[in-house]
Structure formats: structure tokens, C-alpha cells
């Protein structure tokens, strides 16, 4: 067996980590690309959202360097992806990819469920080497989610062009290539005093935006259009609604690891606005963006794929949350379209707002 | 005289002003870019530069519009800006007062919301150009009516046809049908500038508070049926300034002032820069999987600027990298 999973962002770092600890032989594909997402839009439907023809591109390119097992997430809700597992498989095989299909969901009572579908992959390992390659997996996570906030607060301030992203890429690989647990904390110290040796250049306080939206778009980069880079390049202090390590514990291993911000936490604060499940993570879009206007944000970014519905129901909930709280909410609809320009101006725009009221709101403070 | 330069590329017209020291508005040029933003910004200055006394004196260049980052480069821009800051710079100039402008150009439609001369939200439109200029170009070419008469001839309607706003494909297809139909034409147009009207109310001024002042500006302004639309329903006066076709243009060059206020000295490169020979190129970047799109400028044979790599390694090769902003 030789197995592969779509990209989301680096979601591919803990994964591999993991299923590596378990000798399983993996197929990383390459980076999500224009040629990923040419593949994924020839061969899947136009109605879908792009994370399908993106996911879709993956498995093509993965199938090209010989993977012929699919390890992929599912779900369960109005949401459609749910669904996107088996579509997918169903068109690789029209197309002639024939490849294996192992869809772990969500568990639905216990952790024990998505147990057994991982044994299911990594055949007569131990429950305790399963565990240990999880916890692995997921350590591996936790250091990619450190470094990625720490980019986050270096990319407005570097004093050099190019540097914040350079030493994030190094870092990056220095977790990727820790290859036991053994060598996570070495990895993890290294990693770490990269990104601090980043030149900073002295900045007063800046402009805090936080972007929140549909998981997919959030965590990819590729299908965001690279957008924090952007924010940060432009003078932008970022955070985002949601980090793998954070998914990983709310979603697979159904909230263990205390002390991490919970999905269960952040839809609460959606209410009164939105007090149900709309698919996908709509109810936490609208509690994300209650959370960050408490936590005296300067501004919200929403992005999702176009036609994601429960983002939509969040969308037109959220100017009545910016109203409440005083604060601006920017929505960006994501799709095929990879001109810059536009993505540019918008953001440019929205950040010389955000500016401007920081700046008159200082004043009447004094 | 000496003054102040800006300049608006936008998608399908390209705008030039310039301003005196006081802020008035001493010449305008309205271009239609027709694909070629560098020519036309050329040929643009070379028009003014004819229209403008000998000896004038530019103090600072400012550029806005899709074209900012090209044309930055190519004429030596003291402020690269976004359209939607300097809309509301040269509206805040041109009407005091102003609460919201609603902003129809080429390729996008914006609203901005001004709250005691400042900006506090604004949106654009996102996935769907339906409602922007473009698409009412196309519809005047097909009927074959010159797009200058489409605001007249609509406004001569008695009973506007409904026609869906949603979607362009969609109201195209409306408007063959009750076209075939045999509604008449004043008709047609109506029912269309007020299905766009609604599009834009309910696509890109979704949830935001409009209060009178409102201005309307940019290319789509000068369609006089479009305006009505506009008061018919807001139930609001919409002013269309004088200069509402060069809005972007003005905004620019106040723009510009700033920046030279702050700084002391222009990058302006001159008037000369129409005379240039520019060449611009793209290629894909082989080193990594991005395949990141590079585009290159190149004055007078020697490479001026690079843009659209990741990584950095080929705008960073050509000196200093442009900050984009």
C-alpha cells in the first residue's frame, strides 16, 4: 500500500509524521498548484467548491508519483463535504485512477471508532503504536501551529524583505524532518530560534485583523490566495480562527487535549445571532468573529470557498455581530480566479480603514 | 503652474488629472485602456502634457486603479493607492459632507460608507461582475446603441421591464427574450439599469446603512438612467459630481500631495516617460512547485521591475523591491 491525502496547508506534516511511525509507505503530493487545480477543475464538477478540485488535483498527482490508497477526511452535516470522498473516488475511477478509499470521519459516540479505521490502515501494529503515532502526529501539529502564530507576529515587522518567509519555510522543514518523538524537542527548540533570530524592525502597535471562515480556505494557502501573507506584508498583525492542532483535538481526538481553544467554546459565543449547526463550521464563523470583536480586534476577515453554504448563512449574520461591536467585517469569496489584483485593493483598502479608526479612536482616548 | 498629477488605470478606462496647488481640477483625460494599460498611459500624458501651459511644474504623481503597480513604476509614482481610498479622498474634496458613494467602474462596483470624512466600512464586489460597466458596454454593443446614449434612451420609458439582476448570463437571456417579445427598447434599458441597481444594493451594499449625502461616480455614472435608477430606489438625491468619470484620478493626485508634503521631493520621472520604449514580459518560474506567474517591465532595454513571485528571488533581484502599497 502506498497511501496519500489531500493538502490543507501543512496538515500534510503531522499526517506523514504519523503514518511514517507506522511504516506505512506514504505519497505526499506535490504543494497545491495552478496544475493541481487545472487537473481538479477538467475533471470535477463546476458546481462544487474548489476544495474538491483542489482535493481532486491531489490525488491525480499523488497517483502519478504511485500512491493507490486515499486516506481522506469525511463528515457529516448539510455541509457537502461530507460527501467529497466518495464523489471523488467515484471520479478517479471514471478517469481511470483506480485507488483505494479509507474515509476517516469524525468519530460519532468515541475515539475508538476512528481507531479502528486507522488500524484498518496500518494492519497489525499495536493499539499502543497507533496511540503513539497519533500523539506523534499531533506534536508535530502543535510545533507547526507555534511556529505559524510566530510568523504571524514577525511577517508585519521584518526588517528585511522576505526574511519572516524564509525562516518560516526552514523551520518548517527542520518539524517535518524530526523523524521520532525523540527528536521533537530538539526540533522544536531549533525551529523556534529561527524564527526569533528574524530582524525586526521597531514598530509601534499594529493594526490587528483576524481571519475567520471555512476551514479549507482558512488553513490553505493555495486556495486563499495566500492571504495572511498578504495582511502581514501590508502591516497586519493576524490570527486565525482556527489551528490544526486545534481541529485535530476537536475532531479527532473529540476534545482529549484540554486547555486548547474548542469549537464547542467558540459556537457558544455565537449566540443570541446563530444558536444552531448550519454545517461546516458556520456557528463557529459567527462565534469566532464575537470572540475577536471581545478581544479588541481591529478588524475581521471572513473567507470561503464560492457557493459554501453554511459560510454563506454566516455571512449574512456577521454584519449585524460588526454593528454590535463596533467593528469592520470584510467578506472574501475564494474560487479559481488567481489574479492578485483585486485581493490586493481590497485588502489595501480595508487595512487603511482599520488604520485610520485605530488612529482616531487613540485620539479621543488621549 | 505647478501642481499635482494622478493617474487611474483601471480595467477599461485609463484617467488622468491634474491638480493645481489649491486642489482644483485644471485638466482631464479620459481614456479608454482597451487592453493596453502602458500605452495608453503614455499616450495619456503625452495628451496632457499638449493641453498644460509650458513650464508647469509637477510637484508629485500619484497612481490608483488595477494598473497602480505598473504604472508606479513606469511614471515614477510618489503614492501607489488603492481605488477605494482615493474614492473617497477625492469625494470628500468634490462634496463635503458626503455619507456614502456608491461607485460603479469597468470591472467592479464598490460602495463606500463615510461617517464625519472618514471611511468606516466599504465592500466590492466579490465573485460577480453583473452590474459593472463591462457588462453594460457589451449589452449597448449588441443592441447597437452608442453606450453615451444608453442613460438618454432609457429614461424615455414609460414601463420598465423586469429583468433578473442576479446573474449577467441571466439578465442577457431576460433581456432577448422580452426583447423578442417585442418590448420596446427605452423599456428594456430601464428594466436593465434598475435590475443592476438592485444586484448592487443587494450584492455589494448588503447590510450597510445608506444615508443622503450619496454620490454616485465612476465610468457608470455618466449613464443618466443608471442615476434614476439609483433615486428610485434609495428614495434618496443622487449628487454625480462633475468629474465623477475621474474620481479615482483626483484622489490620486491629493494623494500625491500628501506624500510629497511628507517627504519633500517627487519621483516623478517627467513627462518624457510617454516617449519610453516599455516592454513588458511573463514567464513561469521553474524553481519550485509554486510556478509562481513572474511579469517584467523593462525601460529602455534594461529590466525596471518584477512582480508575482513568492519567494522573492526575482523582484528582489531587480534592486530594491517595490513595496506595494
Given at each position: ?13 503531522p ?29 470535477g ?28 477526511a ?32 469524525p ?87 529561527i ?50 492542532s ?96 483585486g ?23 488621549k | ?83 477605494i481610498t ?133 465610468g ?12 428610485k ?6 449628487t454625480?459630481p ?15 500631495r500628501e ?13 518624457s ?44 533581484d ?8
Amino acid at each position: 500500500m502506498r497511501a496519500t491525502f489531500p493538502h490543507m496547508g501543512n496538515l500534510y506534516i503531522p499526517l506523514r509524521a504519523m503514518l511514517q511511525y507506522l511504516d506505512v509507505d506514504v505519497v505526499v503530493p506535490p504543494p497545491s498548484s495552478k496544475r493541481t487545480l487545472n487537473l481538479g477543475v477538467k475533471h470535477g464538477p463546476e458546481f462544487a467548491c474548489m476544495p474538491l478540485k483542489l482535493n481532486l488535483g491531489n490525488f491525480i498527482e499523488a497517483r502519478e508519483m504511485g500512491a493507490d490508497t486515499i486516506i481522506m477526511a469525511g463528515g457529516c452535516g448539510p455541509c457537502r463535504f461530507g460527501y467529497y470522498a466518495q464523489i471523488e473516488h467515484a471520479i478517479l475511477k471514471d478517469i481511470g485512477c483506480d485507488m483505494q478509499l479509507i474515509v476517516l470521519e469524525p468519530p460519532e459516540k468515541n475515539i475508538s471508532e476512528l481507531i479502528i479505521k486507522i488500524k484498518k490502515i496500518t494492519g497489525r501494529r499495536s493499539w499502543w503504536q497507533v496511540i503513539q503515532a497519533i500523539r506523534f502526529g499531533y506534536q508535530k501539529a502543535l510545533a507547526v501551529d507555534e511556529l505559524e502564530r510566530k510568523v504571524f507576529q514577525v511577517r508585519p515587522r521584518e526588517a528585511r524583505a522576505g526574511a519572516s518567509e524564509r525562516a518560516f519555510s526552514e523551520a518548517l522543514k527542520l518539524i517535518d524532518n524530526a523523524a521520532s518523538p525523540g527528536e521533537m524537542a530538539e526540533a522544536r527548540k531549533k525551529a523556534g530560534a529561527i524564527m526569533a533570530g528574524v530582524a525586526c524592525k521597531p514598530s509601534g502597535p499594529l493594526v490587528r485583523i483576524a481571519v475567520i471562515g471555512e476551514i479549507y480556505t482558512l488553513l490553505e494557502p493555495f486556495a486563499n490566495n495566500r492571504l495572511e501573507r498578504h495582511l502581514g506584508l501590508l502591516g497586519a498583525e493576524v490570527d486565525r480562527s482556527l489551528y490544526l492542532s486545534e481541529w485535530v483535538n476537536d475532531h479527532l481526538l473529540f476534545g482529549l487535549v484540554k486547555g486548547l481553544r474548542s469549537s464547542k467554546e467558540t459556537c457558544a459565543s455565537a449566540s443570541p445571532y446563530l444558536c444552531h449547526f448550519v454545517g461546516g463550521h458556520g456557528q463557529e464563523t459567527v462565534g469566532s468573529a464575537v470572540n475577536y470583536a471581545r478581544a479588541g480586534y481591529d478588524g475581521i476577515i471572513q473567507v470561503y470557498p464560492f457557493t459554501c453554504m453554511p459560510e454563506i448563512v454566516a455571512q449574512s449574520i456577521l454584519p449585524g455581530v460588526g454593528s454590535d461591536y463596533d467593528i469592520p467585517i470584510l467578506t472574501l469569496i475564494m474560487d479559481e480566479h488567481t489574479g492578485e489584483a483585486g485581493l490586493q485593493t481590497r485588502l489595501e483598502a480595508f487595512i487603511d480603514l482599520l488604520a485610520r479608526r485605530k488612529e482616531t479612536r487613540e485620539v479621543i482616548c488621549k | 503652474m505647478k501642481g499635482y498629477l494622478g493617474i487611474d488605470v483601471g480595467s477599461v478606462s485609463t484617467n488622468l488629472v491634474f491638480l493645481n496647488e489649491g486642489g482644483i481640477v485644471r485638466e482631464a483625460i479620459y481614456l479608454r485602456t482597451q487592453g493596453q494599460p502602458i500605452a495608453t498611459v503614455q499616450k495619456g500624458l503625452k495628451e496632457l502634457n499638449g493641453r498644460l501651459p509650458d513650464g508647469v511644474k509637477v510637484r508629485g504623481a500619484g497612481v490608483t486603479g488595477s494598473g497602480r503597480h505598473l504604472t508606479g513604476v513606469l511614471v515614477g509614482a510618489d503614492t501607489v493607492k488603492n481605488e477605494i481610498t482615493a474614492h473617497a479622498v477625492a469625494s470628500l474634496l468634490l462634496v463635503p459632507g458626503v455619507q456614502t458613494i456608491l461607485e460603479i467602474g469597468g470591472q467592479d462596483s464598490k460602495i463606500i460608507i463615510l461617517r464625519n470624512g472618514v471611511v468606516t466600512d466599504f465592500a466590492m464586489n466579490t465573485v460577480c461582475a453583473a452590474g459593472t460597466g463591462s457588462f453594460l458596454d457589451q449589452q449597448a454593443a449588441r443592441l447597437n446603441i452608442p453606450i453615451e446614449q444608453f442613460g438618454e434612451i432609457a429614461l424615455q420609458a414609460e414601463s420598465p421591464v423586469r429583468i433578473a439582476g442576479r446573474c449577467a448570463v441571466f439578465a442577457e437571456s431576460d433581456m432577448i427574450h422580452k426583447q423578442q417579445m417585442g418590448c420596446g427598447l427605452p423599456d428594456i434599458l430601464a428594466g436593465l439599469c434598475e435590475a443592476l441597481v438592485r444586484n448592487y444594493l443587494n450584492n455589494v451594499g448588503k447590510g450597510k446603512e445608506i444615508l443622503a449625502p450619496v454620490v454616485f461616480q465612476g465610468g457608470v455614472a455618466a449613464n443618466v438612467g443608471m442615476a434614476k435608477a439609483f433615486e428610485k430606489a434609495l428614495e434618496l438625491p443622487v449628487t454625480v459630481p462633475a468629474h465623477f468619470d475621474v474620481m479615482g484620478a483626483v484622489g490620486a493626485a491629493l494623494l500625491a500631495r500628501e506624500a510629497v508634503a511628507r517627504t519633500g521631493v517627487s519621483r516623478f520621472k517627467g513627462f518624457s516617460v510617454a516617449d519610453s520604449l516599455f516592454k513588458t514580459g511573463s514567464f513561469e518560474c521553474s524553481g519550485c512547485p509554486n510556478m509562481c506567474e513572474v511579469v517584467e517591465v523593462a525601460e529602455q532595454g534594461s529590466v525596471i521591475a518584477r512582480w508575482g513571485d513568492r519567494c522573492g528571488k526575482w523582484s528582489e533581484d531587480v534592486g530594491k523591491k517595490e513595496k506595494i502599497s
